[in-house]
């Protein structure tokens, strides 16, 4: 499968803008031959915003003319993605990415773990599971952002049987050095393809990392962008998520990441 990554760089509150730039890149990422496309955390909305009115102003719908036009793309390009949006539900403000496909909306993510930063001080937090949606391209897992801090998040998925987990961020710059490392990590203990969809920019005052990247169940960087808007690729091989037993040593020895688990001595 090729993913291909987006890094993009929301304008605040401009929705028409944002979507534009996100149909776009999936016909860029048609022309590329990607199967599946990651968007930024808040890809349709942008994240600085100082008040909950202007972000309940940029929060679209679960079902409304910005996911119906991302499902109608999708369609027709015959792609998966995974894309970041405010969503206003029952007069809840959400911090949520969407996996589309050419049949609809395939599942939603919540954040769960909630920074008192930007728009996540008017969000409600999510409350889960963390789900694994079958796909005609794999198994798809979804967290966002600060949720990479919390290892519990992927391990839960790839118990689940994710092959590949994207994780939206709106990462500030400040995080640089965790961008090398963790993504890395959370792949590796795992054996999932971790993709990381990051957005550019400055926003509120705020300066944003970029460095989106994939990176292989081995903990591999099989792509890594820079600071400024890109669209990046990277082919991944869906079998070597699966199998979780990894021959080490030409063979004289194998590790089983998940079932030499103890967990009846970890705490909870």
């Not at 954040?111 to 796909?135: A, C, S």
């Amino acid at each position: 499968m090729r993913v291909g990554l987006a890094q993009t760089a929301p304008r605040l509150g401009d929705l028409q803008f944002n979507l534009a730039v996100c149909l776009d890149h999936l016909e860029l990422a048609k022309e590329q031959g990607c199967e599946l496309v990651a968007f930024p955390e808040c890809a349709l909305s942008g994240y600085m915003f100082e008040d909950r009115d202007s972000a309940v102003a940029s929060a679209i719908p679960l079902a409304g003319d910005q996911t119906a036009q991302l499902t109608e793309r999708c369609r027709r390009l015959e792609l998966h993605c995974v894309v970041g949006a405010l969503l206003l539900c029952d007069d809840q403000l959400w911090n949520s990415a969407l996996l589309i496909g050419p049949q609809g909306l395939i599942g939603r993510y919540d954040k769960t773990h909630i920074p008192p930063l930007g728009v996540d001080r008017f969000v409600m937090p999510g409350q889960g599971p963390y789900e694994v949606h079958e796909t005609a391209i794999g198994r798809i897992g979804m967290q966002i952002c600060y949720d990479w801090r919390f290892p519990e998040v992927t391990r839960t998925l790839a118990l689940a049987g994710a092959d590949v987990v994207v994780m939206p961020t709106a990462s500030p710059v400040s995080s640089r050095e965790m961008a090398d490392f963790i993504p890395r990590t959370r792949a590796l203990e795992n054996a999932v393809f971790f993709v990381m969809a990051s957005r550019v920019g400055t926003e509120g005052g705020a300066s944003f990392l970029g460095h989106s990247q994939v990176v292989d169940p081995s903990g591999n960087r099989l792509v890594e962008a820079d600071d400024q808007e890109r669209f990046v690729v990277a082919d991944v091989e869906m079998g070597e998520a699966r199998r979780k037993d990894r021959a080490q040593s030409g063979g004289l020895y194998s590790l089983r990441i998940l079932q030499d688990r103890r967990p009846d001595l970890y705490f909870s």
